[in-house]
Nanobody, 127 residues
Framework: VQLQASGGGLVQAGGSLRLSCAAS????????VGWFRQAPGKEREFVAA????????DFADSVEGRFTISRDNAKNTAYLQMNSLKPEDTAVYYC?????????????????????WGQGTQVTVSS
């Protein structure tokens, strides 16, 4: 499985970005996709996850109400819409696939549950 994250960039505080995660696998619609981020000097942290069919989602408290997650299984692509961005959202954002689960659970917040990772896309929010 290969995952390709894109859509990052430089944006002012309060602005928006949409990240995309394209997967090169025909069974994309069968598993959970998660987004994580890593700021300089910090550990990679959970941002959001979406179930295989897109009917269950989960967000970190820090982004709840500002970010949305979606997926288009026909295009093998997942999205992270980021609104009302803050400087503290600055990080490299990664998408990942948990090919062992179709439904979001408490395990979806754990990095160790995701076997496949994209290369990351930089998001920088200026104040």
């Amino acid at each position: 499985v290969q995952l390709q994250a894109s859509g990052g960039g430089l944006v002012q505080a309060g602005g928006s970005l949409r990240l995309s995660c394209a997967a090169s696998i025909r069974t994309f619609s069968s598993y959970v996709v998660g987004w994580f981020r890593q700021a300089p000097g910090k550990e990679r942290e959970f941002v959001a996850a979406i179930s295989a069919r897109g009917d269950t989602i989960d967000f970190a408290d820090s982004v709840e109400g500002r970010f949305t997650i979606s997926r288009d299984n026909a295009k093998n692509t997942a999205y992270l819409q980021m609104n009302s961005l803050k400087p503290e959202d600055t990080a490299v954002y990664y998408c990942a696939a948990d090919v062992t689960r179709a439904y979001v659970s408490r395990w979806s917040r754990r990095r160790s549950e995701y076997v496949y990772w994209g290369q990351g896309t930089q998001v920088t929010v200026s104040s």
